[in-house]
């Protein structure tokens, strides 16, 4: 009682000047100001500002996997003001027939043909969702990617992996643990765990998943780095009146490479009053003031 009241008196003294402040804080809020008498008052309004969780729902990315294969699960928590979030590491996660799948952090794995129905549990709030696990045989596995051409030196492409099962039915593979992801040519192409390729020198290579004594491999190749962004430069921000000074172009490349490309860039003063500049970078002041010199290449502003 004693701690709440010191800060009253610090809040009291705070606000003796005040006609009025009001704040709001979400449920906590304070206000303050004047009464008729020329006191000084504010009042604390408690309230609770964090959400409190409704209900959990559990999800899988594939409620029917083949036998040997995973998928991954998701817990959200669905919140009273309308957000949610990913709780999935906090929550326990069960099966009921441990002969059928078993869990592996994030993810279900199928063990053996047949159901089971998933149980999680957070803080007293549950959710279930059955899944099914196929006999279905792996056949072969299908390399692909959204994007296509030529990946230009330096920069990345994400591949998947989807196998075609002797059902007939197609699931991805990409991130199960125990896909093997590699390149025909590190040299040219190397490829992390999740499918992700870096294009490192030119040519041509084949990324390549493994999995269940199948692969599937697609073709990929580096080309030439592209322009990412230009630099502009010069010796001196500030120029005499009636002298001319030559700005530099530089090009920086998707691998990291950068170059003059001060001939080839096209030049624009945002204020030719005051500064012309010249195709091959010779910037001419003609009146006093502050003016912005860019350069422009295939769609790129420096």
């Known amino acids: 009682m004693k701690k709440i009241f010191c800060i009253s008196i610090f809040l009291s003294m705070f606000f003796q000047g ?8 979400g449920l906590v809020g304070l206000t303050a100001g ?5 006191l000084s008052f504010f009042h604390l ?10 209900r959990i729902e559990l999800s899988y990315q594939d409620s029917s996997i083949a036998n040997g294969t995973s998928t991954t699960l998701e817990v959200t928590a669905i919140f009273d003001n309308g957000t949610n979030q990913n ?28 159901s089971s129905i998933i149980k999680a549990e957070y803080n007293g709030l549950y959710s279930e969702q059955k899944i099914t696990v196929t006999p279905a045989i792996l056949n072969s596995i299908q390399v692909t990617s959204l994007e296509s051409g030529i990946l230009p030196k330096g920069t990345n492409r994400q591949f998947s992996a989807i196998g075609i099962f002797s059902d007939g039915s197609h699931q991805d593979i990409s991130n199960d643990p125990l896909i093997v992801w590699s ?6 192409v190397r490829v992390d765990d999740s499918g992700l390729a870096s294009g490192i020198n030119l040519g041509t290579a084949h990324i390549r998943a493994s999995f269940q004594s199948k ?7 580096v080309g030439d780095a592209v322009l990412s962004s230009i630099q502009v430069t010069s010796n001196s921000p500030n120029i ?44 001419e002041t003609a009146d006093t003031g502050i003016v912005t010199i860019s350069a422009s290449s295939e769609n790129i502003i420096g």
């Open 183 to 188: 390149s025909s040519n590190i040299d040219l």
């Open 240 to 283: 005499p009146l009636g002298k001319k000074q030559k700005l530099t172009a530089t090009g920086i490349y998707s691998d990291n490479s950068n170059r003059d490309i001060s001939s080839s860039v096209i030049w624009n003063s945002s204020n030719s009053t005051i500064a012309n500049i010249q195709n091959n970078g010779i910037l």
């Open 18 to 25: 005040c006609m009025s402040w009001p704040l709001l804080t």
């Open 215 to 221: 692969q599937g491999a697609e073709e990929m190749t």
């Open 87 to 114: 709780i999935t590491d906090s929550t326990s996660i069960v099966p009921d027939s441990q002969s059928v799948v078993t869990i592996q952090g994030n993810r279900v794995r199928g063990i053996a043909s047949g």
């Open 45 to 54: 309004l408690l309230g609770n500002s964090n959400p409190t969780i409704t």
């Open 34 to 38: 004047k009464k008729s008498n020329g």
